[in-house]
């Protein structure tokens, strides 16, 4: 069991480039979910997914995209890279359990992303 | 939605219990308490999560008020392994929101 695995680990783009970070999970989840983390701060929900083929915005959703073809990936894209997307990427997986607010959240290592 | 407030940091010593306070004063009825860490360059793990009456399971105890406007994160033996951001959450529709947690260093 793999858990929540994140691709690539490290990336380094110019302002401008586009790139897709993948996020793949071996638990069956129903929810997948990206997040930043600036230095210091808490990490923000950028986009969520509560099942293949469905997306929704999180709270700093501009400027990346996301898609959910298959229930175990879930994709951020971004398609004009700028500095201030130089971030940490953390993506996490949930099960669905029905009372919103119960369910446990297993986060994958992060991806680090400077944009020159 | 329920808003939590944590300390900045707290220290504690090797081998000693750590009391971790959150205040969640808006809370409702129905919100759950969620406590994650995270330790350094890693991402987030959850802990523990309650609702109503204290919770206990291998890495900690959940202290719940009565009144619900505040929790408390126990940690039994303070070890340099729980060395970490420690975030109180009030998930919002399956949602968590973090806050810049609590910095917990701990001393050998």
């Known amino acids: 069991n793999a858990g929540v695995t994140q691709t690539p680990k490290f990336r380094v783009l110019k302002t401008g480039q586009s790139m897709t970070l993948l996020c793949a999970q071996d638990?069956?989840?129903?929810?997948m979910y990206w997040y930043r983390q600036d230095p210091g701060m808490g990490l923000r929900l950028i986009h969520y997914?509560?099942?293949?083929?469905?997306?929704a915005k999180g709270e700093v959703p501009d400027g990346y995209n996301v898609s959910r073809l298959k229930k175990q990936n879930f994709l951020l894209g971004l398609e004009s890279a700028a500095p201030s997307q130089t971030s940490v990427y953390f993506c996490?997986?949930?099960?669905?359990?029905?009372?919103?607010?119960?369910?446990?959240?297993?986060f994958g290592p992060g991806t680090r992303l400077t944009v020159l | 939605d329920a808003k939590t407030t944590q300390p900045n940091s707290m220290e504690s010593n090797e081998e000693e219990p750590v009391h971790l306070p959150c205040n969640h004063s808006?809370?409702?009825?129905?919100?759950?308490i969620h406590w994650y860490r995270q330790l350094p360059s890693q991402g987030p793990e959850y802990v523990i999560h309650?609702?109503?009456s204290n919770v206990n399971n291998r890495m900690a105890s959940l202290a719940i008020a009565e009144d619900r406007k505040s929790s408390t994160l126990i940690l039994h033996r303070a070890t340099l392994r729980d060395a970490a951001v420690y975030y109180c959450?009030?998930?919002?529709?399956?949602?968590?929101?973090f806050g810049q947690g609590t910095e917990l260093s701990v001393k050998p």
């Open positions: 997914s509560v099942g293949e083929g469905t997306t």
């Open positions: 959450i009030s998930p919002q529709g399956g949602k968590l929101i």
């Open positions: 996490a997986s949930s099960y669905y359990i029905g009372l919103a607010g119960s369910n446990e959240q297993f």
């Open positions: 309650g609702l109503t």
């Open positions: 808006t809370i409702s009825g129905t919100d759950y």
């Open positions: 638990m069956n989840h129903e929810y």
